[in-house]
């Protein structure tokens, strides 16, 4: 992928074609306990709220890169089940989002797209963080970019594999 600005507030992205139907890989990605197991920057996230995924519900997510460990409040934005999932991540003023389609007519294989847009800019805690403890914000976009589609590749192994196969 070319992008169009360099800097750190450009739209990430990474996609896959997962041989799983849509609501097989929509199960897994919405499973928040499980999204350490494919993020290599993610440690944990945690609801903060009662009621589950709905727009709205806040998450703690505790992130990692070597030996800096932050933590980051997400706010969900969007949830279109089966479909597209986005929250927000208020220290950083960047919006993660899913986005699954069938693949195929039959509906056996999933489209996954996951962007990292920055709706409207970098925060200044972002900022003043990533050039101190992240080696730069721009670097750290590469890595995210790098850690993004690492995290979907980990999507697809798993969604492909739930049936034991």
């Given at each position: 992928m070319?992008?169009?600005?360099p800097g750190p507030d450009r739209e990430l992205r990474a996609e896959a074609v997962v041989a799983a139907p849509p609501a097989q890989v929509w199960a897994l990605l919405t499973d928040f306990s499980r999204m350490p197991d494919w993020s290599p920057e993610l440690v944990r996230m945690v609801p903060l709220k009662r009621g589950g995924l709905r727009v709205g519900q806040w998450y703690l997510g505790i992130?990692?890169?070597g030996a800096v460990v932050w933590p980051s409040r997400n706010v969900v934005a969007l949830?279109?089940?089966?479909?597209?999932?986005?929250w927000d991540t208020t220290s950083s003023g960047a919006r993660w989002i899913w986005e699954l389609e069938p693949a195929d007519p039959a509906g056996a294989t999933t489209r996954v797209v996951h962007r990292r847009p920055v709706p409207r800019r970098i925060t200044r805690m972002s900022k003043l963080f990533a050039p101190i403890a992240l080696g730069g914000s721009d670097g750290h976009?590469?890595?995210l970019e790098a850690g993004m589609a690492q995290t979907v590749?980990?999507?697809r192994e798993?969604?492909?594999h739930v049936d034991g196969s």
């Open positions: 070319t992008a169009t600005s992130n990692r890169r949830v279109e089940p089966g479909s597209r999932v986005a976009a590469v890595e590749s980990r999507l798993a969604a492909q």
